[in-house]
């Protein structure tokens, strides 16, 4: 056996293994002693077929076996004797591999880039005080009374906060909206609909809330609203001016319920003390985890920024996929016509691309620390892995198990994401905790 090695990039290599006649010779041998074991051929034994019969008979079968046998050969002796750590096989080229000939096979690989890690000690990362401010508090009070309001009719003007039923017609340049989006009523023509007056969320058409303040129940206006650029909602409407004839139909006011002992009983809580020391706990839970998440992102932002190593392109393939499914998945929930995936595609791949890069990265680096300080995934950690799956999904763990044993893929997967939370967690552990000043208190914060 000869084997050369040739660079194809810093992380791409292609092997070149060659064994001549004899050795090839000798696998094919080996195959026929293989098939003729399992053979059953009427007036011969096991394995004591003539070969010439057991080629006449499982001709293809042999050929298909050798060929895999000496190609497998090849890559796991390139293998062992480079001592290359590869990560992925991107192409084999096995050439013409017949019993009595020399053979070439060429295998590239791309390999785990080289790198040394930096100091895991002492990353500073900053946090957020988690105590809640009384503002904070009393918002969160807001919040609740909120989702327990009741909507009354109101015989007034609109004001900020109200609802108001609408009925509505657009057009743009003089033509009906529903011509440019006739498949999307809603942004054209509607009889009815609801618009929360001066909303924090953007309703359906943007700006449109924000402009009916003042309006009387029974009153008609017209109305101009820009759509943004990237309108995901209808994209034949982005960057187009549309004016929109409005009609108040009914006005509600939002009347939150009293801060009684009805109230406070639906709420779990006693009085107003029991119930503010709810939302405070609630909101130190909230930011707590907010913090945890933070410092795992800033010590994943400080370790890919101390070290710089290319990164094999098999591996920026296979992630890209996989950010652009996740984006197009996500997305496609929210109604984005796949249209707009196709007209974006060349932004799209550019952006999962970088991101993929970034994962990548991450993951070689998490990887070597791993190994460096010999974490391992133990049968807790599988357990643990199970119950918050079971939690999450309502599936029973028995399930979780059995399909897991039975894709082994997926069970890898697992076991790598459980290796890198390690690190990842380790080198949390050992980080510098630093508390941001708080920021300061709005001085026009809203009563409760």
Known sequence: MNIHIQDVSPTRKSLTVSFDAHEVAAEYKSVIGEVSRQARIPGFRPGKAPASMILKQYGKAVSDEFKQKVVGKAYRDGIKESKLDVLQVTNVQQGD??????????????????????????IVVTVAPIEPTEAEVEAGVSALRGERADFKVAERPAQKGDYVKLAYEGSVDGQPVLNLVPDKQIYGKVPQTWEEVEGENEGLIPGLGKQLAGLATGEKKDISVTFPAGFSGAPALAEKTAVYAVEILEIRERVLPELNEEFFKANQVDDLAGLQAKVRNNLQARK???????????????????????????????????????????????????????????????????????????????????????????????????????????????????????????LRAVQQSIIFDKALDLVVGKAVVTEAAPAPAPTDAPAA
């Not at 019993?99 to 895991?120: G, Y």
């Not at 998440?293 to 290319?310: H, N, S, T, W, Y």
């Open 97 to 122: 591999i017949a019993p009595d000939k020399f053979a070439s096979i060429v295998i590239t690989v791309d390999i785990r880039p080289a790198f040394e890690l930096p100091a895991l000690d002492g």
């Open 288 to 410: 707590d985890h907010e913090n945890t998440v933070g410092k795992r992102r800033q010590v994943i932002d400080r370790l890919v920024a101390q070290v710089e190593f290319p990164v094999p392109e098999s591996l920026i393939e296979q992630e890209t996929q996989a950010v652009l499914r996740q984006f197009i998945q996500e997305n496609q929930r929210r109604g984005v016509p796949a249209e707009q995936f196709e007209k974006d595609k060349e932004q799209l791949i550019a952006g999962a691309r970088k991101a993929a890069v970034g994962r990548v990265k991450t993951q070689l680096i998490l990887a070597r620390i791993a190994e460096q300080e010999k974490l391992a995934v133990e049968a807790s950690d599988i357990d643990a892995f199970l119950y918050r799956q079971s939690t999450q999904t309502g599936v029973k763990p028995e399930k979780l198990v059995k399909d897991l044993t039975n894709d082994r893929d997926r």
